[in-house]
């Protein structure tokens, strides 16, 4: 059984008009913009963070698991990265 496996995209930048912060949007129509991803696979995203204190706290710092597209800022795409074999989640 093949199982398929995605990269999740998401847009950093609040949409326009929050904060007089120039958006994505903005940016995408210079083929520019900052954004986030995640690696879907059996129903789950491992995702990646960091503690914006810079205190290092291992609970906010490095690699999570998150329901599909529900990591960091606003989801934008999915783009499917291939198939693999394997049947089952992992224990995590």
């Not at 696979?41 to 998150?66: A, R």
């Amino acid at each position: 059984m093949t199982t398929p496996v995605y990269v999740n995209v998401y847009k950093l930048i609040p949409e326009e008009g929050k904060g007089g912060q120039l958006s994505n949007d903005a940016l995408e129509l210079i083929k520019m913009g900052v954004y986030h991803a995640g690696v879907e696979i059996l129903d789950q995203e491992y995702s990646f963070g960091m503690d914006p204190t810079g205190k290092g706290d291992p609970n906010k710092d490095g690699t999570f698991v998150v329901r599909p597209k529900t990591a960091v800022g606003t989801f934008k795409e999915q783009v499917l990265l291939g198939k693999v074999n394997i049947k089952e989640k992992a224990e995590v």
